[in-house]
């Protein structure tokens, strides 16, 4: 029976969010952790004192008995270390729940066990995290208990980052800079603080738990190895979507409830792209904020899943043959009063200031389209970006019919005169055309679209942290400000500059933008001829975290350092290495074990029919059980030499010293063998008696999900 509730009762209710803190807090506290929150100052000890305090007397109130410093390590997933409340028994033997300021500003996780890159070869062991004041802390209540989770950014003792939160805030930092000095330009003297806002619509999918179970593939690394197209494929799933069914109905329900208590407003959504697919959206908020809200709808569809019997499968292609899972990472700069400067606005005094920030925006993607494509690169998104998937691993920019049409005119004749809408508007230098926005959106292949009021970047996997987009895209975009505020501050005459600024960024950078058919052949060869990159796996992306201009960028606002870059670029090339590894290795226990064996045993019984059959009558047409027999014995041959190779290529690259090389020669080798073994594979599974077959078809998975 399902329990009724009032969203608004319940929502927030296990955050230790503004209100709480402002009942909660003493004035005094409330507004000096405010000064902290908004002007970035350092926090005083005693003020932290009475935060603590006051932060666990309500954790406890909700049942929390631990605390926890929660922080996104470069593993991809958080990772957090339990502190019990408890003190020491006092002499009449009750116990003292206690939690400090200095507990709760600063914790020390043995770094030692996440990944550094080499960082740790030339620095201490020792890790910090530091309290992220501008993300709430909030109560996880599951089956270990309650604990009060504080998001927290995890540094090496010399603070170095080892985490995804802490290029994050400076990146955030970086941008308010500078977009602060542009709104200046423009004579906003009243807005103090420009935020990144971002929106992360989460894909991924559900089946059935105890199928998931049987399926080694799926455990060890979360998408199927092996698997051939069900009969039906995604071409015929009209029935499926037709309602959403009872038990994913309840599921979803329980998911959305449970991200309300924690501050996340989701809403759950039916996906129409794959059979077993779904989609999650929640309201955008401030980057860092909506980056650990992202982590947290992540680790909510996985553990409510589990409650309804079902397994929530976040790779970004758990499938072949079907579409995969991404994240739209939806990015807008906001201030702090409440300005969109994504908004083209209706006047054109905001239509000029829009052109330049839309025109820096064109240029720093088109500047650093190798970097934002490294920062979507994971290895499982391998399996989209290039692969003939949404989006494709060429960066370009979907602006719309309007949009372009601006553009277009300020790059052929220096002025804009008129908007498509066929409104004529004053010709000047000072006037721009108004803009209808155009929030539909009706370019589903760009990877990266101007929605109305908002960039929707779509590169991102699935499974993957959203943050290190954010701290790229937040970094180029600071940059091209700070660059045109350069200009624009020393201009004698700033309207005439603005607009010279505008046509020049334009000029040079239409070539990113791209409103056509981002899947098709022509555009791979297009953007070869305009010079786009077009980098096709994670292994080639990953450089351009460490080129001479990505380097100087980071180091100029603060981000990342050089080494920090360098141990970034390294822990991507062990991460890819470490995954293809299992995966291959996973192959080769399931290939080995279970398949192999299940198509002797199903050989066996052709050959037992075979000859029952012609010894029971001479005249027996036994063509059938002789085809099939001829048919599966080529292809089991097929498979023990696919077998062998890639046993073979694994266990020289799992010798290779970590690095580029490594990873390269998993990309080359391992990765191609893993296919040639798949292949046979999946073409016995069209053939064995599906009885025999030693784990869940992709049918089963995908459809009967959708029939309970
Ligand atoms: P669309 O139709 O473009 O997909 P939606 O309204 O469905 O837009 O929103 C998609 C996602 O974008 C949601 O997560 C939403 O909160 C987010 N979003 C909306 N406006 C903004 C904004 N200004 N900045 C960042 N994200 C936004
Ligand atoms: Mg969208």
Redesign the pocket.
Known sequence: MADYYNVADIFGENVFNDAVMQTRLPKKVYAKLHQVMEEGKELDLETADVIAHEMKEWAIEKGATHYSHWFQPLTGVTAEKHDSFITAPMENGKVLMSFSGKELIKGEPDASSFPSGGLRATFEARGYTAWDCTSPAFVRQDAAGATLCIPTAFCSYTGESLDQKTPLLRSMEAINAQALRLLRLFGNNTSRKVTP?????QEYFLIDREKYLQRKDLIFAGRTLFGAMPPKGQEMDDHYFGTIRERIAAYMRDVNKELWKLGVSAKTQHNEVAPAQHEL????AQCNVAVDHNQLVMETLKKVAGRHGLHCLLHEKPFAGVNGSGK?D???L?TDDGI?L?DPGDTPHENIQFLLVLTCILKAVDEHAALLRASAADVGNDHRLGANEAPPAILSVFLGEQLEDVIEQLVSTGLATHSLTGERLDTGVKTLPDFMKD?T?RNRTSPFAF????F?FRMVGSQDSVAQANVVLNTIVAEAFCEACDVLEKADNFDLAVHDLIKEYATKHQRIIFNGNGYSEEWVEEAARRGLPNIKSMVEAIPAYVSPESVQLFERFGVFTKAELESRAEIEYETYAKTINIEARAMIDIAGKQIIPSVIKYTTVLANSLSAVSGACADADVSVQTELLVETSALLSDVKVALAKLQDVTERAAEMAHGQEQALYYRNEVTVAMEALRKPVDQLEMLVDKEMWPMPSYGDLLFEVSAI
Do not use: F
């Open positions: 806002s971002v929106g992360a619509e959206a929640p309201i955008y739209h939806n990015w807008s906001i969109n994504l929030a959106d929605t109305g009021n908002k929707e």
